[in-house]
């Protein structure tokens, strides 16, 4: 390292005439030591000396006027992955597999090769769990344990381990990940993928590399993700990133930053792609997917507001203009009338009734929607800062099947949030009786550092309680599952078949437009409804199952023939 020092010339001060014997010298003297700078000044270091390992050959230019020289600090493959191969293990959301096929998608355009064989990668690349789950966090820890056991047996090999965490994880706990626990080499945050070329030069370089900035503009719409679409049947598209909500228990915010949406042609492009390759379901995804505004065009702009469900409000102002998440949905729509379109995950406030209605119209738009809920206890609603009562979501949940009558719905509830009484959980019960979902993700309470709970609540709820409570929820949502399901004993489902299950080979599995997972016997069935000809069931194809029993989790029929969305 070269330190730059300046000299300071002080023009000299004359206080009488007495003081100016000499003046004639000394100012000689002084025109002599500025001369003399001036000629150290332009012969002396230029930017590339103070580069460590940089030489500096004047002459060695070319006619053009540009250095012939490579930059030592600059390599001439910087960011190439020259074959190197990498391994990526993906846990928690599907937002974090989504953001496994982008960052896949940049390795792979500089040269990087995939593995699937751990033992082959000299760089491990791991995204991370969800934000709330402590039990996900956990299982992270441990593993980077085990890899990092794994990594000091291969140091002296020709090719060291390199273990990096990508997305919310790095972001959030990039200090214990780096200084405290130095279980990693290489952090990206969700916004910095584009930075993971040089990051991973940098480790390469025997450093730590960590970016984590959040963006207010990084959608990565420019970079189409190399989709590992399982037997060719369904993909995931992101259509926004971040979140503006800001409920007490969420970290989503602190981790991935404010909403902003990606363009709706790069998202339409997208999805065109993976019609022509075949992929019979799209799911659009986000943190609050139906808050998507795309106000990339200036078409866009306008004096609309904003709409949410009636009896539900937000912590931001209204916002104005922008292409709405119905606008987006009914283009998607249109691509391809024979895949199936679905989204996740939505808040119940971004549900005005035109959005309502064009999932009712569209016979390739899912008739199931997730509506979390949280709580059905008003006080820990407000607590929750949801921006909705108890009242408000039933009302919701009434205008969402008087619109759409077959439709079916899931949600999400917490257990032993900050200041849950007995009675708030009895009314988490009696709102998950009353409602009847088909799908639930519930989980227990765990407090999360930088949010609102965290600073201003008191997470007093003891641990034994919360899992007594969760246990007591997951068995309501069965018993509420069992019924719902039940209903649909007799009926005929249109179902898009997935592959083997995983119990026998001698079935099949697939899942309802409801986004039930359907179980039926490996037959050739009818090509066409009441047609004698038949053929086999292969993944990806739409078949007719008459359901003949049910559990809360999952239904079983017989296959009747082959469908599809056209003929629904």
């Not at 940089?54 to 074959?83: C, F």
């Not at 009747?560 to 629904?568: A, C, D, N, P, V």
Request: charged letters at 25%; hydrophobic letters at 35%.
């Amino acid at each position: 390292c070269h330190l730059f020092q300046g000299v300071l010339f002080k023009r000299p001060r004359y206080c009488s005439n007495a003081a100016n014997t000499g003046v004639t010298s000394r100012e000689s003297r002084t025109s002599v030591l500025l001369d003399k700078f001036r000629t150290q000044l332009s012969s002396g270091p230029g930017f590339q000396d103070f580069i460590t390992g940089v030489s500096v050959n004047k002459s060695n230019v070319t006619a053009g006027g540009e250095d012939s020289e490579k930059h030592a600090y600059l390599s001439e493959d910087l960011g190439s992955g020259k074959s190197r191969k990498v391994y990526f293990e993906t846990y928690g959301c599907q937002m974090n597999v989504n953001d496994t096929e982008i960052a896949w998608s940049i390795l792979e355009k500089k040269g990087y090769q995939r593995t699937a064989d751990l033992t082959e990668a000299p760089q491990l690349m791991e995204t991370n769990i969800s934000h709330d789950r402590e039990k996900a966090e956990q299982t992270i820890w441990n593993r980077l344990q085990q890899l990092t056991a794994m990594k000091k047996k291969r140091l002296k090999s020709h090719a060291p381990m390199k273990i990096g965490i990508l997305g919310c994880m790095a972001e959030r706990l990039k200090t214990e990940l780096l200084e405290r626990e130095k279980l990693v080499d290489v952090l990206a945050g969700p916004d910095a993928y584009r930075d993971l070329p040089r990051l991973l030069t940098v480790a390469d370089g025997g450093h730590q590399a960590s970016n984590v900035l959040l963006s207010l503009e990084e959608t990565y719409a420019d970079i189409m993700p190399v989709h590992y679409v399982p037997q060719g049947n369904s993909a995931f598209v992101s259509i926004m990133r971040g979140c503006d909500n800001m409920c007490s228990y969420c970290i989503v915010p602190f981790t991935r930053g404010r909403e902003r949406s990606r363009p709706v042609s790069s998202i339409l492009e997208e999805i065109r792609m993976l019609s022509d390759q075949g992929v019979k379901e799209v799911t659009l995804l986000g943190q609050n997917v139906n808050s998507y505004r795309d106000m990339s065009e200036e078409q866009f702009y306008g004096s609309d507001m904003t709409k949410l469900s009636r009896g539900f409000k937000t912590v931001y102002q209204t916002k104005q203009g922008g292409l709405r998440f119905s606008d987006l949905l009914d283009q998607v729509s249109r691509i391809d009338p024979d895949m199936r379109i679905r989204f996740t995950s939505p808040h119940p406030k971004d549900f005005p009734d035109e959005v309502l209605h064009l999932i009712a119209e569209r016979g390739n738009i899912c008739k199931q929607i997730h509506l979390p809920a949280q709580s059905g206890s008003n006080q820990v609603l407000k607590a929750m800062r949801r921006g909705y009562t108890r009242e408000a979501y039933l009302d919701l949940v009434e205008n969402v099947r008087r619109i759409i009558p077959e439709v079916s719905l899931s949600s999400d509830f917490i257990s032993g949030f900050c200041g849950e009484t007995e009675d708030d959980h009895q009314q988490t019960l009696s709102l998950i009786r009353e409602v009847g979902y088909n799908v639930g993700f519930l989980f227990a309470y765990s407090l999360r550092k930088k949010t609102h709970a965290y600073h201003r609540l008191q997470d007093d709820v003891p641990a034994e309680v919360k899992q007594r409570r969760l246990e007591e929820c997951i068995s309501v949502f069965r018993e509420e599952a069992v019924r719902v399901n039940t209903a649909l004993i007799g009926s005929t489902q249109l179902v898009l078949v997935e592959g083997e299950s995983k119990r026998s080979a001698k079935d099949l599995c697939g899942r309802t437009d409801g986004n039930m997972k359907v179980i039926f016997p490996k037959d050739n069935v009818a090509l066409e409804p009441a047609e004698s000809q038949t053929g086999p069931i292969n993944a990806g194809d739409y078949v007719l199952v008459k359901i003949l029993s049910a559990t809360s989790q999952s239904l079983r029929g017989q296959v009747l023939s082959h469908g599809s969305l056209r003929s629904k």
